[in-house]
């Protein structure tokens, strides 16, 4: 059963921007934070950002004042906005709830001229 679906990543030159939606099913969504992630090749998955099911959001430093994390309960997705993106963005973005649930297949976003 697919739990989480990533969409809206791409080619992008630096400065660009792009927002990415991941609709999750009910079960998972509803009451939990929900948080972003990213693998760039050869190094681990890193924390991007995490919303709480109230709103509260939590961005790490490298990606603040750029990137936005923003949820809809209504629609069960969650999304994040990325405004001026550098080369060192390019990574599969995956989302996940807390207490995290089996990986989607993440989005590729690439960031080069």
């Known amino acids: 059963q697919v739990q989480l679906v990533e969409s809206g990543g791409g080619l992008v030159q630096p400065g660009g921007s792009l927002r990415l939606s991941c609709q999750a099913s009910?079960?998972?969504?509803?009451?939990?934070?929900m948080a972003w992630y990213r693998q760039a090749p050869g190094k681990r998955r890193e924390f991007v950002a995490r919303i709480s099911s109230s709103g509260y959001t939590v961005h790490t430093n490298s990606v603040k004042g750029r990137f936005t994390i923003s949820r809809d309960n209504a629609k069960y997705t969650v999304y994040l906005q990325m405004n001026s993106l550098k080369p060192e963005d390019t990574a599969v973005y995956y989302c996940n709830s807390l207490p995290a649930v089996d990986w989607g297949q993440g989005t590729q976003v690439t960031v080069s001229s």
């Open positions: 009910r079960d998972i969504f509803v009451g939990n934070d």
